[in-house]
């Protein structure tokens, strides 16, 4: 069946610019992830949603950040007033019901900020 | 929250031999443990993962050992091929703060 996806697969934009990255999980997936890796970086988890519900929002690295999940499905990582170090794949993954259920992950989105 | 720690950074080895990479982590609560390749510029791919009801786990040519009493759990890679090149995370799920990964390791397998 399908895997996870995610919109755009790039992303150049300018200093201080907002950015809406998103993700598609694997149908019936009701916990939804993002995760950020910067180049040669490991993965940096970021939030994750349990239904619509986001449980802890203190992994996203500044107030300039947010996500949200609407109909138990598509997320949505917004990064307003971007900056250079939010330079990054960022990265969504899926699983069935639990967070330590196996997790799959997107093919990421590369965020370029100039 | 939990803590990942994962050695080596880097590890080269012979087509054929063994490669062994290990991880530790600090929260005694976590209970899943995947690990993960991922090949330059693609995402990454679970390989294999152990819960900690089970000591080890075997998939073909690749295993995961855990031991919860010292909290640490390795990757064995038996009869290394060149498409084992990459780079291997481990992680650690700690409870409601997602998985928290090591900083991977990058396998080269010498021809």
């Known amino acids: 069946g399908a895997g996870v996806s995610q919109s755009p697969s790039n992303k150049v934009t300018e200093k201080g610019k907002d950015v809406e990255l998103r993700c598609d999980p694997i149908?019936?997936?009701?916990?939804l992830y993002w995760y950020r890796q910067s180049l040669g970086q490991g993965l940096e988890f970021l939030i994750y949603?349990?239904?619509?519900?986001?449980?802890?929002k203190s992994g996203l690295p500044s107030d300039r950040f947010s996500a949200e999940r609407t109909g138990g499905s598509v997320s949505t990582l917004t990064i307003q007033r971007t900056q250079q170090e939010d330079s990054a794949v960022y990265l969504c993954?899926?699983?069935?019901?639990?967070?330590?259920?196996?997790?799959?992950f997107g093919p990421g989105t590369r965020l370029t900020v100039l | 929250g939990e803590n990942v720690e994962q050695h080596p950074s880097t590890l080269s080895v012979q087509e054929g031999d063994s490669a062994v990479i290990k991880c530790t982590y600090s929260d005694s609560a976590s209970n899943y443990f995947p690990w993960y390749k991922q090949e330059l510029g693609k995402r990454p791919q679970l390989i294999i993962d152990?819960?900690?009801?089970?000591g080890e786990k075997k998939d073909q040519r690749i295993a995961v050992t855990l031991n919860k009493t010292a909290k640490h759990f390795s990757l064995h890679i038996t009869e290394t091929q060149p498409e084992d090149s990459a780079v291997y995370f481990c992680a650690a799920w700690g409870g409601a703060d997602g998985l928290t990964f090591g900083k991977g390791t990058h396998l080269i397998i010498q021809p």
């Open positions: 993954a899926s699983s069935l019901v639990l967070v330590s259920d196996t997790q799959y």
């Open positions: 152990i819960r900690s009801n089970v």
């Open positions: 149908s019936g997936h009701t916990a």
């Open positions: 949603f349990q239904g619509n519900s986001a449980p802890d």
